[in-house]
């Protein structure tokens, strides 16, 4: 069985996620952390068995010299970190928000594809195990052969308190977009996962939490390019009536020309054929790492990609994509206006 050499770059909250997951995949091995808290990086060393810790990432690529790199660090850095392993030949899976802009985005994207570099971006969302189970329902045909709308509604009840976000990603009160850039990101992805591209979006953004920078309550639309339609309606400030309101993060509705499927927060998935009553629709879900495993399922798919020598499902050319309907709602509503998605 083919091994591949990893390293990590953050030692950060998320970055727990990461390196448990790798512990579970038989044909990685993560032999390096680097943090530049080192402290921090031992601490996770320590608790997932991997060798060696750096402070530096730059010594940890020249002394280890790993056949790919998994970045979980702030999206300011990514750029830099991703130039300085594609210039030695080092592949990569990288945290998202990919950068800060659409623009530098496309010139990483530029920078790794000149290399030659094998690159993916870790978009975990669509890998949750119940919007892969939704997807092969639509491509079994059971919602009928038109798919009219796709409605996602989200309350996480992290950031209504005047410390929001401090105990686990502080970073967060500073930024000056924050859900669409940091989480609504995630369903931009999973909604072109389920129903395509996205041709136009209208987009109303706000402010609850006044000791915040960035907005916490959104409501967009989305035209898709088949003519289906969706709705974000997402919320960091009000709260969800599940225990757990990390694991779905929400609840979704897609609507078909032959019936409905329908996704609680705690999982369940449920189908309701035209004229007929809702019932349960049974598939296998686990409440364990992160959102339903899906950390480990993205990871599993970069190192079995990899090894195959397959394109990944979130390559950066096929994510700029995302980015580009992420631009274009931060536009909308700065226009007050619809904006098409540009090419």
Known sequence: METLKGVCIGAG????????????IPTVHIAAICDNNVGKAREMASKYEIPN?????????????????????PPDTHFAICKAAADLGIHIICQKPLTPTLAESKALVACVSKANIRFMVHENFRFQPWHREIKKLI???ILGEDIFSLNFRMRMGDGWQKDAYLAR???FRAM???????????????????SGEIRRVYA??????????????VLVNFEF???????????????SNYRNPRYTFGEFLVEGSQGCVRLYSNGRLTIQPLG???????????????????VFATQTHFSQQFIAGEPFETGGRDYLKSLAVQEAIYKSNEIHAPVLVSR
């Not at 909250?13 to 579970?24: D, I, M, V």
């Not at 977009?177 to 909604?191: P, S, V």
Request: with cysteine; hydrophobic share 30%.
């Open 13 to 24: 909250y998320f970055s727990h996620f990461h390196c448990e997951a790798w512990t579970r």
């Open 53 to 73: 810790t750096y402070s530096d990432y730059l010594e940890m690529f020249e002394k280890e010299k790993p056949d790919f790199v998994d970045i979980i660090t």
């Open 139 to 141: 491509d079994s045909g």
């Open 169 to 171: 990603q502080p970073y």
């Open 176 to 194: 000056p977009k924050l859900l669409i850039y940091e989480t609504g990101i995630h369903f931009i992805d999973t909604f072109r996962y389920l």
């Open 204 to 217: 109303i953004l706000r402010k609850i939490n006044k000791n915040i920078a960035g907005e916490d309550c």
């Open 225 to 239: 390019e088949n003519r289906a339609v969706g709705v974000l309606d997402g919320s960091r400030y009000h709260e």
């Open 276 to 294: 007929q009553k809702e019932k349960d629709h049974p598939y296998q879900h686990r409440d364990i790492n992160f959102a339903g495993d899906c």
